[in-house]
């Protein structure tokens, strides 16, 4: 076989591969893994591996390829990945399949196991904390079952600018305070529901995680729908996500579906950053907090996840009622506790992966720290 020629496969070829490698391939993958492992990403202080940047490693004869999430800093990564898997004495080429959103840094999930727990919220509100602590951000709102970002934004009804571009179509997003906003939900007539199915379901995702003119930006929020189906699966696969935030309410019922989301993330390599509880209690007028929806769920959780309690946000009529009129909190009221609140989540973020500058020692944040090995 001429080393110029990939013996893999593309996704969608059949393949006559028993469903259990060789031995052979077991060890060889086990090698691969940990010659990866050697590689640092300098600013996280962590292997790519345990990062969850390289997934889908395949093992053909004596190739081997992976994909490779990065930022649009970290493209230096390619070639040392490259190295490492050609200095393995059975390997005699090795392949990487970059995956990046072009002028993004650090894309990032918001996720919920189910829907009304305050997901969309949490990503607008988060958002507009980080743009406040200076950063670049941009908003992609994926949610095709309640594409509510626009409205909480206060975009309302607005067309989607397409332009052409020597690498073809391009979306322009919608900016809303400084952020770059881009959704489904633009794409639909007003009150009719987005029945997407099966490939034309997977083929608009992916356009509107690959074909979005996003300038440069710090960071990108993807705003998941709730649950686990094809929809979250396929943005998860299809974007370099460097870690998810999940979402929960402190009753126990909403507990079970996160975690199923939990499981959905590490099983593609993704890190769990760490767990927002929203409507976590109701601030009374004597100073007193009243546990409307029980407590200790997103504590619970965090504990399982060996992942911080990012933050409780309380259950305050004005963030809805804000939402509804497109004015977020941290906004309109910079000094309430929801405000504060998000800041000290987009503080915690910045931490971990910073607020633009590339190289430099950071104190790595506690979130990353207790991220548990996916390998």
Request: aromatic content about 6%; hydrophobic content about 40%; proline content about 7%.
């Amino acid at each position: 076989m001429a080393e110029h020629s990939s013996p893999f496969r593309a996704a969608s070829e059949p393949s006559d591969r028993a469903d259990t490698p060789p031995p052979q391939n077991v060890t060889r993958e086990r090698e691969a893994i940990a010659s990866l492992k050697g590689i640092v990403e300098p600013n996280l202080g962590k292997d790519i591996v345990s990062l969850g940047m390289v997934r889908n490693l395949r093992i053909v004869e004596d190739y081997v390829s992976v994909r490779l999430y990065i930022g649009a800093h970290q493209q230096y990564l390619e070639a040392r990945v490259l190295a490492a898997l050609n200095s393995l004495p059975w390997c005699k080429k090795g392949y990487v399949q970059l995956c990046s959103i072009p002028g993004v840094r650090t894309t990032l999930a918001i996720s919920s196991g189910k829907g009304g727990v305050g997901k969309s919220t949490t990503a607008v509100n988060l958002a507009v904390a980080l743009s406040l602590k200076g950063a670049k951000v941009g908003l992609l709102d994926a949610d095709i079952y309640g594409p509510n970002v626009p409205q909480m934004l206060g975009l309302g009804r607005s067309d989607v600018t397409v332009t052409e571009t020597p690498e073809g179509q391009r979306f322009q997003p919608l900016e809303a305070f400084g952020i770059e906003v881009m959704s489904v939900g633009l794409l639909a007539e007003p009150e009719h529901p987005l029945a997407w199915r099966g490939p034309v379901l997977h083929k608009i995702i992916t356009q509107f995680i690959h074909d979005v003119e996003w300038g440069e930006l710090d960071y990108l929020l993807i705003d998941l729908p709730p649950g686990t189906g094809d929809a979250q699966i396929t943005i998860v696969q299809e974007s370099p996500i460097a870690g998810a935030v999940l979402v929960t309410t402190p009753q126990q019922v909403a507990l079970g579906d996160v975690r199923r989301s939990i499981h959905m993330f590490r099983n593609v390599g993704v890190p769990v950053l760490g767990v927002v509880e929203n409507m976590s209690y109701l601030q009374l007028e004597n100073g007193d907090r009243l546990s409307v929806f029980g407590s200790g769920g997103g504590e619970q959780l965090a504990t399982e996840l060996q992942a911080p309690l990012l933050g409780q946000v309380p259950l305050d009529p004005r963030i809805c009622q804000q939402g509804d009129v497109g004015q977020p909190m941290p906004l309109l009221e910079p000094e309430s506790e929801i405000a504060e609140v998000f800041a000290g989540i987009a503080a915690g973020l910045i931490a971990t992966f910073g607020d633009g500058g590339v190289g430099g020692d950071r104190e790595l944040s506690t979130c990353m720290r207790s991220t548990s090995q996916l390998f």
